[in-house]
């Protein structure tokens, strides 16, 4: 809609997009009538409303993918090119606030200002907030749902993980979304009647992360109205070759569409690129850039070998316009193997993993005996030709944004970030594997990248280390060194570098990238990797057989003391004790009036028995505490209400509460999170109960085996 005309500073002449349109409420004659009504702030001029519009059923709601035919009154599909989102409104352009939205912020303890919500096109941000905390930039649409409607948008979250994010509020209950750095969907149904909804970007006091700050690019809200009279045409960038579609589809990147309503794309030239969305493409730049190739050295012959050039794949230049530099002969000395690898007998210039359950011994490999076991065991990532490595884990990789290549470059004896992403590219590059106790992982990387934009370490779902880019090209490499935590035991681990672009594409391509290189594990658990030693099994471990390729964790139920001897067995546990989990040095004393079970993994109380408290003597009745929960609801961020349940069972475990895999989780008692009917297990108060005693109360205390040596006093009236 526009209000001005550019040139002479009058109002426009009215058009169709300033008119809106609204049904009445079901009549008594079972119809509707369509109103139609001149869009707020209705400043345009000579303009005539159309007549109203009678006789429509109560009964007629058009779904997404249709419209309301006004001439046959019925819902007819849309047509190619056009896209409805059936009784609702979707916003996916973002030149500027539509007049449903408002946006502020605010910030707590001694106030002051900070930056609203802004909007860049494609896209709307939560404002860059980096140089404050404790505040809140707020995003607010009020809704009134006439039938059973849903709201949907497309998020993400560069922030502090756990403690900043986004917030999204229907009404008064809220949900909070972390650190997620590609576009994710989230859908919540809606009831009929009128709603508030809130997307808040909440900072807690300290610590910046990331680009700090929400991302948002689509918003659908559905239900706001009975039926669509017409279907959107789709804009340029994006095409529906489909009927009956209830959105478009962008182009994919080196693809364009120039025109509204395409029901297809068209291919760039052979010299041209285009990011996703496309409506034109641009002109490829020549591979004159040293970022735009590689090289390769072959085998070490009596002191003699090739250094060999290769374009950097996939290329982000017209390589058939341009040309690699000449292939250097050259001396060379071959290098020796590295830690847990023996000379290749076939190739001295190569060097291989000794088989699991071995070692090396000089040049060649030992097996392990019976009480040990290879280890650590040691994967070496040096060599970045054809494709991802998929040995020791499984490295993979991608990009999401205005991505010039989809992910990180193979660069022979480096991986890059690629060169030519457009601002808003994530491109990342994730192993996957499973990692030993005491492992850890160097890497050598290069920030050849332009101040502003910032390289992320992540283990798991916590980003563990930030470097930014300072602009200094080229940036020599760094050695960086990271030790996996006890949580990381034996467990699927992801490991992931993600290159936050905040500034356009450089001129200077070799200012434009990350390189990373020599990527080495000391401690994987599976895959084509080699030990660097036999080991002795102690401290909770054993090996009863020889060769074996790492030392078995003791079963629960048993448990092994030894610090420094080879063990071939781990021990029952006796003598009223118990070990819940795997990999127990020691057997835990059950609590007070427990006993351990036949298996010795846990204590029980007998509440058919009256229970002896150990400080009176006196006897009490324990058996009303099986099977139980208090529910109680807390304020979140902006009084928002967060329900939450305790659930136990003193008289056996209460498979109530799941782990983050859905899960039962075998604990007395445990904290649950009922917001949106999830039960996940938030807190285990563990699996050892000891008594305490006061004048008329008994109290028991439930020990956090899972969070360290601490108990909570949880009071039986």
């Known amino acids: 809609m526009q ?43 000579n303009g005539t ?33 056009h896209y409805s989102a059936g009784g609702g409104e979707k916003w996916t352009d973002w030149n500027h606030f539509p007049g449903q939205f408002s946006t502020h912020c605010v910030r707590g303890g001694a106030g002051g200002t900070c930056n609203q919500w802004q909007f860049y096109e494609e896209y709307i941000d939560s404002g860059d907030n980096s140089q404050w905390h404790y505040l809140e930039s707020v995003l607010d649409l009020k809704v009134h749902i006439v039938r059973s409607g849903l709201v949907r948008f497309e998020y993400a979250v560069s922030a502090e993980p756990g403690f900043d994010g986004l917030w999204f509020v229907v009404d008064d209950l809220g949900v909070m979304f972390q650190s997620n750095r590609n576009f994710t969907s989230y859908t919540r149904f809606l009831t009929p009647g009128f709603h508030q909804l809130s997307w808040k970007y909440y900072k807690d006091y300290s610590v910046t992360r990331g680009f700090d700050r929400a991302f948002i690019r689509m918003i659908e809200v559905v239900g706001t109205t009975y039926a669509k009279t017409a279907c959107e045409e789709c804009k340029p960038g994006y095409y529906m070759n489909a009927t009956g579609s209830s959105e478009c589809e962008p182009c994919p990147a080196g693809t364009f569409s120039g025109d509204v309503a395409s ?39 009596n002191n003699r070998n090739q250094k060999i050039y290769t374009w950097i794949l996939p290329a982000a230049c017209d390589t058939a316009r341009s040309t690699l530099p000449p292939n250097e002969d050259q001396t060379c000395t071959i290098q020796p193997c590295k830690s847990g690898q023996i000379p290749d007998p076939n190739n001295p210039n190569n060097c291989i993993y000794c088989p699991p359950g071995s070692a090396p011994s000089g040049t060649t490999c030992a097996t392990c005996q019976i009480g040990y076991a290879g280890s650590p065991r040691v994967a070496y990532f040096d060599e970045w030709r054809d494709e991802l490595p998929q040995t020791a884990g499984n490295f993979t990789s991608g990009c ?145 057989q020889g060769g074996a390729h790492f030392c078995q964790p003791c079963h629960p139920g048993t448990a092994n003391p030894n610090k420094n001897s080879p063990s071939t067995i781990c021990y029952p546990c006796t003598d009223n004790t118990f070990a819940d989990g795997h990999g127990q040095v020691n057997c835990i004393p059950c609590g007070d009036s427990t006993t351990a079970s036949s298996d010795g993994t846990h204590c029980v109380f007998n509440c058919s028995n009256l229970v002896i408290a150990p400080e009176s003597g006196r006897s009490y009745n324990l058996a009303p505490l099986g099977n139980w929960n208090i529910s109680y609801t807390t304020s979140g961020v902006n009084d928002t209400l967060i329900e939450f349940q305790i659930i136990g069972n003193v008289c056996g ?35 050892v109960v000891h008594m305490t005693e006061t004048t008329d109360i008994v109290g028991l205390n439930f020990h956090y085996t899972s969070f360290g040596n601490c108990t909570t006093n949880f009071p039986c009236l």
């Not at 007395?668 to 563990?686: H, I, K, M, S, T």
């Open 3 to 45: 209000i001005y005309d550019d040139k002479i500073g009058t109002p426009c002449i009215c058009n169709e997009d300033d008119i809106g349109e609204q049904f009445t409420g079901c009549l008594p004659d079972n119809t509707r009538t369509l109103m139609y009504f001149w869009k707020p702030p209705a400043v345009c001029l």
């Open 49 to 81: 409303l159309p007549p109203p519009v009678t006789g429509i059923p109560c009964d007629l709601t058009c779904n997404e993918g249709a419209y309301l035919s006004l001439d046959t009154m019925k819902c007819e599909p849309c047509n190619t090119g």
């Open 263 to 301: 029901t297809s794309c068209t291919r760039c030239d052979s010299d041209e690129y285009s990011f996703e969305g496309a409506s034109s493409c641009i002109k490829s730049r020549p591979c004159n850039d040293t970022s735009d190739y590689s090289f390769y050295e072959t085998d070490c012959v």
């Open 400 to 544: 999401s944004g205005n991505c010039m290549v989809d992910g990180w470059r193979l660069g022979q004896w480096f991986i890059d970030s690629g060169v030519g992403h457009g601002s808003g590219a994530f491109p990342w590059l994730r192993w996957t594997g499973e990692v030993v106790e005491h492992a850890t992982l160097t890497f050598n990387y290069s920030l050849s990248c332009k101040s502003g934009d910032v390289l992320q370490f992540w283990v798991n779902s916590q980003i563990t280390e930030e470097f930014e880019c300072q602009g200094v090209c080229p940036s020599p490499f760094q050695t960086y060194t990271y030790r996996f935590n006890l949580d990381a035991i034996n467990k699927g681990t992801t490991v992931t570098w993600v290159l936050l672009k905040t500034t356009a594409a450089a001129p200077d391509h070799d200012c434009d990238r990350v390189l990373i290189s020599d990527i080495n594990f000391i401690g994987v658990h599976e895959g084509e990797a080699g030990s660097i030693q036999c080991m002795a099994c102690n401290s909770g471990t054993y090996s009863d």
């Open 653 to 687: 475990w209460s498979s109530s509460c799941v782990n983050s895999f859905g899960n039962p989780l075998d604990s007395y008692v445990c904290l649950a999170d009922r917001l949106n009917q999830q039960n996940n297990a938030l807190q285990d108060f563990g699996k």
